[in-house]
């Protein structure tokens, strides 16, 4: 069982570290993170953040992984929106 187990959150609020760990592999949370957001975009349990942090996530990553990790709009767009995977459909 993980860490959600038996729990039903309205929503659940993304920070800087979040996404961070789903980006860097070398993240020690990275692993957990991914399982985590398949499982929030699986069950539709709706995700939130603000401006600060994504401004905030987008400086951390430049400078921890480098511009060649850059997120694209279309990527942020696709979190926003909460989409799943096409496999997960």
Do not use: C, K
């Not at 499982?39 to 349990?45: A, I, N, S």
């Amino acid at each position: 069982m993980g860490p959600m187990a038996g729990r039903r959150e309205s929503s659940v609020f993304v920070d800087t570290s979040a996404f961070l760990a789903l980006l860097a592999r070398n993240d020690q949370y990275h692993r957990q993170a991914g399982e985590i957001f398949r499982r929030l975009l699986r069950e539709r349990v709706p995700q939130f953040t603000t401006n600060i942090v994504v401004i905030e996530a987008h400086a951390l990553i430049l400078s921890t992984l480098g511009a060649g990790t850059g997120v694209s709009a279309g990527s942020w767009h696709r979190w926003h929106n909460r989409d799943p995977e096409p496999s997960q459909r």
